[in-house]
């Protein structure tokens, strides 16, 4: 592995001699962790927080990621870079919070999805939704935001991991350790139910449409 | 297709049901030639349905960017913090 490259505060991007840093993680010099910490620690915290939404809980995520990583760092095979081994690390840490968090009564999906009549046509026509331009951006992103809050936590996990981290499909499904015909159809519904959720508040006034029959 | 969310038919004209759950999979370009041009032949004829779609793109593309507005700087004092703890 040669150099690697990571985000550091403000965005800046520094040349990292991966391999000596290991080196030393490996060779348990506590300054080592420092460097960690210093190097990797806010494209993590960025990963947990889009995760967690909390500051606190997203700095103790972004913590136990990097001392388990540096205390298991022989778990590290070199495969992948360093800043992605952590990332997962980070995630996993993230989903067990998630799964230990619970905030409030999860509501069904079954709810939120697109309802049909026996003959396929759906029991409401779709609204016409505002065009962007006539939405104030900030307060459409914090809605889209508190609305993706709302998804049932199995549905959320998805798609932020596949629609916001950027995994894919199968990596997904390893980290979740579920199938990836399982995490596809997680996917939609939870996409299916973000937008019921976005219906009311997008839908033009002048537009709305009763049922279709 | 194994694994397509929905059984998505290729050879009998499709519902809106159909396309509201094989949406995904049109997106993706992931279904048959044969499936993905009765999806355009219900497009064609159903304007709830191209809505949905477009609905569909720009909740995934809201999705993205309101998560991605936590790319921000970790809050003062968090790399201290960090440090405190050791390994």
Redesign the interface.
């Given at each position: 592995m040669g150099e690697g490259i990571a985000d550091t505060?403000?965005g800046a991007r520094v040349q990292v001699d991966e391999t000596s840093l290991l080196a030393r993680v490996r060779a348990g010099d506590?300054r080592a962790?420092?460097d960690l910490?210093?190097l990797y620690?806010?494209q993590l915290?960025?990963t947990a927080?889009?995760m967690l939404g909390s500051?606190a809980d997203a700095?103790d995520a972004?913590?136990e990621a990097?001392?388990g990583a540096?205390?298991n760092i022989s778990g590290f095979d070199g495969r992948s870079r360093l800043g992605t081994w952590l990332t997962r690390i980070v995630i996993n840490r993230c989903l067990m919070t998630l799964r230990t968090r619970r905030r409030k009564p999860q509501r069904s999906i079954e709810d939120l999805l697109?309802t049909?009549q026996d003959?396929?046509?759906?029991t409401r026509?779709?609204?016409?939704?505002r065009p962007?331009e006539a939405m104030d951006q900030r307060r459409?992103?914090?809605l889209?935001?508190e609305k993706?809050d709302e998804l049932p936590e199995h549905y959320r996990e998805v798609?932020?991991l596949r629609?916001?981290q950027g995994l894919s499909t199968e990596e997904t499904a390893r980290v979740l350790g579920d199938s990836?015909?399982a995490v596809?159809?997680r996917?939609?519904r939870a996409?299916?139910a973000?937008?019921t959720l976005?219906?009311p508040h997008?839908e033009g006034e002048d537009t709305k449409q009763g049922p279709?029959r | 297709m194994n694994d397509t969310i929905h059984t998505m038919p290729h050879d009998h004209p499709v519902t809106c049901r159909d396309v509201a759950e094989g949406l995904m999979d049109y997106l993706d370009g992931m279904l048959s030639p044969a499936q993905r041009a009765l999806v355009e032949e219900h497009f064609a004829e159903c304007a709830s349905c191209v809505r949905a779609r477009e609905h569909y793109k720009r909740t995934v593309e809201l999705g993205r960017m309101a998560l991605a507005i936590f790319e921000l700087p970790m809050p003062a004092g968090a790399l201290d913090a960090l440090k405190r703890r050791r390994p």
């Open positions: 505060r403000a506590a962790y420092d910490v210093d620690s806010q915290y960025a927080k889009r500051d700095l972004v913590q990097l001392l540096f205390r697109p049909f003959d396929g046509h759906p026509w779709t609204p016409v939704w962007p459409l992103l914090a889209v935001r993706i798609l932020v629609d916001v990836a015909n596809k159809v996917l939609h996409r299916q973000l937008m976005l219906d997008l279709p | -």
